[in-house]
């Protein structure tokens, strides 16, 4: 056993950049698919410790210490709150092939007791050059909230990796600090649907949208009170704000370069922006004017005119070549 | 059917810069007319000016514009000059003295085209991006007037100055104004300008032969396409709209049927899909409308209205599954003799046609039939012979 493991050790030595360079992939792949479905995560990478992985192969007393590592690249995802798990996984599974998925959430019974709910994906890192196409790379993903990951952070060295097995008072203190960690992700998801079901909250998430466009072309701040009156006027024009991101998301991709010229010629910075000029060009939520100039113009132009100066939705037009 | 022609994104549009020349009124052949005011060099434009020009040059060509060719009967020089300009490796990052020489040719061929009753003014030539592409825009300008008001201080004392003003060279009203933006396809042509087309706007402000004295005299150009066959595309489109969408009730139905026939009939000489929009669809129909008619090729901006091919289309016909039709006058639907709607909630999409009226008469109709021919091949048993 000892050999297995010290050659394990050896071959994990030589090999560690490797999980390092995977590690980084990986996250980058996560990442990169979380700004494409609108997922707030923090999303980071490792390869294990040379230490670490030797004694898991130790503690776990794995028969093949090389096989049953399997997080010799983890990468962790932590979202808000639990309601976006599921969205979690969904990222990472469209992102990268998945092996395997660990999901103790809906695990039957356990009810009378207290557990880390256990969220993990075995995935094949994307390949670099030189790889054994016989021996592809794993990563180990780990799924959790905020408040998992805090009580994680704070419990595993004590509960799963001591030399010596906790004492009770250690121990079940830990393990009632699990209930406090689903009340608050409970509440947190009760919370967030509430405020995305609240008029107030879609006005709110719209010009959030609309600032990550804007702020691509333009490095200045807005003034906010004047969002705060446009942007009820634009926001049920769009329906769904959620499913409006991503109709959002494609138009700047789409028309990048003419939002470029739009904001240099008109926007804050430049000149004629700088003596006050087309003060529309300023705020983010000129953004969704040019998708609504494309897309839907009669609704824009009868929805603005009831409520806002028409000459702001004319220049607006004037910039993007509308004749709305 | 054709796939949209201004599909043009006006919001390319970039201004390189521009020169302006004064061509006043003048009777062919006086040699006693006002004499022409040339520029020799190109307007200055800073930053904002040029930002807000190219601004109002978008909006113009965006709401009034549509696609032109080289007239091959004309004979009038501009689309020559246009493209030896363009295709001569000049354009935009070229000396400013071949555009000024360039534009100064077509000022000369403006003055000599016109005839006393073609209004004088201004000519600004433009030297434009369009799509990536090196343009030449026209625009025949007048000056318009204003009244300005300006906070001056004396000591201590605040008012505002008043002033009228009458050099401006563009307001807001952007529907009045004589526009073209011209292109070429290339370098190797023949200088003639047989490659030349664009977009041209020439707004109708008093009467058709001065408004073709812009497109046809001046450019030497001609719409794509002609005012009937946009028109009439216009209604057979619009026609198709209103009936293609199965959750469109009989009675909206009816209103934007009888709004047609209304707008084809009426003495505006002008057809606008938005203006048609805007005047007679709900609003949630309207970006719909736009739509379509862009995509079956009528033009956004307005055009002249030339009802020629629609006119034999006076009457409201409601066809029904069962083979029966209701044909009425669109004023016996405004008067509410005859009535139009939906309601029989057991039975969606049944429509109801109401007719309150005095019947004045039932027939028989169909086929008229044929008399008999005997065996002989002479005519009917017992018929006289001719005489």
Redesign the interface.
């Known amino acids: 056993m000892t050999g297995g493991v010290e050659a394990a050790r050896v071959r994990y030595v030589a090999g560690r950049p490797r999980y390092e360079a995977a590690a980084v992939d990986v996250a980058a792949a996560v990442r990169l698919r979380a700004v494409a479905l609108r997922l707030s995560c923090e999303v980071s990478g490792r390869a294990k410790d040379t230490a670490g992985f030797v004694m898991k192969a130790r503690v776990k007393n794995y028969a093949d210490p090389w096989r049953q590592v399997t997080d010799k690249a983890g990468v962790r995802v932590v979202v808000d709150h639990q309601g976006d798990l599921d969205l979690a996984v969904s990222t990472v599974g469209t992102a990268l092939t998945v092996l395997r998925v660990e999901d103790d959430r809906d695990a039957q019974g356990g009810e009378d007791r207290l557990a880390y709910q256990r969220l993990h994906l075995q995935v094949l890192a994307p390949g670099r050059p030189g790889d054994d196409p016989d021996g592809p790379v794993e990563c180990e993903v780990q799924v959790r909230t905020r408040a998992q990951d805090l009580w994680s952070r704070s419990s595993h060295a004590l509960l799963y990796k001591p030399a010596v097995a906790p004492a009770r008072s250690v121990a079940r203190p830990l393990y009632r600090l699990l209930a406090l960690v689903e009340l608050y992700d409970q509440e947190t998801e009760r919370v967030n649907r509430e405020m995305q079901e609240s008029p107030q909250y879609q006005d709110a998430r719209l010009l959030r949208e609309a600032e990550l466009v804007f702020h691509a072309h333009v490095g200045a701040g807005y003034h906010l009170p004047t969002s705060l009156e446009t942007v009820p006027v634009l926001s049920p024009l769009v329906g769904d704000v959620g499913a409006y991101a991503s109709r959002l998301g494609r138009f700047a991709v789409l028309h990048h370069n003419k939002l470029a010229r739009a904001y240099a010629s008109y926007g804050p910075a430049s000149a004629i922006g700088r003596e006050g000029g087309y003060p529309l060009l300023g705020q983010p939520e000129s953004v969704v004017v040019f998708e609504r100039l494309d897309t839907a113009p009669e609704a824009l132009r009868a929805a603005w005119d009831v409520a806002l100066p028409a000459e702001l939705l004319d220049e607006a037009a004037a910039v993007w070549g509308s004749d709305a | 059917m054709t796939n949209a022609p201004d599909s043009v994104?006006?919001?390319?549009?970039?201004l390189v810069r521009l020169i302006v020349h004064e061509v006043p009124r003048a009777y062919r052949g006086d040699p006693g007319a006002p004499s022409m005011s040339l520029s020799d060099d190109v307007s200055t434009l800073?930053?904002?000016l040029r930002?807000?020009l190219?601004?109002?040059l978008?909006?113009l060509?965006?709401?009034t514009a549509r696609p032109v060719l080289r007239d091959p009967g004309s004979d009038s020089p501009v689309p020559g000059h246009v493209a030896g300009y363009l295709d001569g490796g000049a354009p935009g990052t070229g000396h400013d003295g071949v555009f000024v020489a360039m534009s100064r040719d077509l000022a000369a061929h403006l003055r000599a085209s016109q005839t006393g009753t073609n209004s004088g003014g201004l000519l600004l030539v433009a030297d434009v991006v369009l799509q990536g592409r090196p343009a030449v825009l026209l625009v025949k300008l007048e000056h318009a007037k204003g009244i300005r008001g300006k906070r001056t201080t004396r000591g201590t004392r605040h008012r505002f100055d008043v002033s009228r003003i009458s050099d401006l060279l563009f307001t807001?009203r952007v529907n009045v104004y004589k526009v073209c933006v011209l292109l070429t396809d290339g370098a190797g042509g023949d200088g003639t300008g047989g490659r030349v087309h664009g977009h041209a706007a020439d707004p109708q402000t008093s009467g058709r032969r001065l408004a073709d004295f812009f497109l046809g005299d001046f450019l030497g150009c001609v719409y794509q396409e002609a005012a009937d066959v946009l028109t009439q595309r216009f209604h057979d489109r619009a026609t198709v709209w209103i009936n293609e969408d199965p959750g469109r009730d009989a009675g909206t139905r009816t209103r934007y049927a009888v709004a047609l026939l209304a707008e084809i009939g009426s003495v505006r000489t002008v057809m606008s899909v938005?203006g048609f929009?805007?005047e007679h669809l709900d609003?949630?129909d309207?970006?719909d409308f736009?739509e379509k008619m862009r995509d079956a090729g009528v033009p956004?901006?307005p055009f002249p209205k030339d009802a020629s091919l629609v006119t034999a289309r006076t009457s409201v016909q409601f066809d029904f599954a069962s083979g029966t039709y209701v044909v009425t006058s669109p004023a016996a639907i405004d008067a509410g003799v005859v009535t139009v709607g939906e309601d029989d909630a057991d039975r969606p999409g049944v429509a109801t046609v109401l007719v309150r009226d005095r019947l004045r008469q039932v027939k028989g109709r169909g086929s008229p039939g044929r008399r008999p021919v005997r065996g002989d091949g002479t005519g009917p048993a017992g018929a006289r012979p001719d005489t």
Do not use: C, K, T
């Open positions: 994104d006006f919001g390319s549009l970039e800073d930053e904002p930002a807000e190219a601004a109002r978008r909006a060509l965006a709401a807001d938005r929009a805007r609003e949630q309207r970006d736009r956004g901006a």
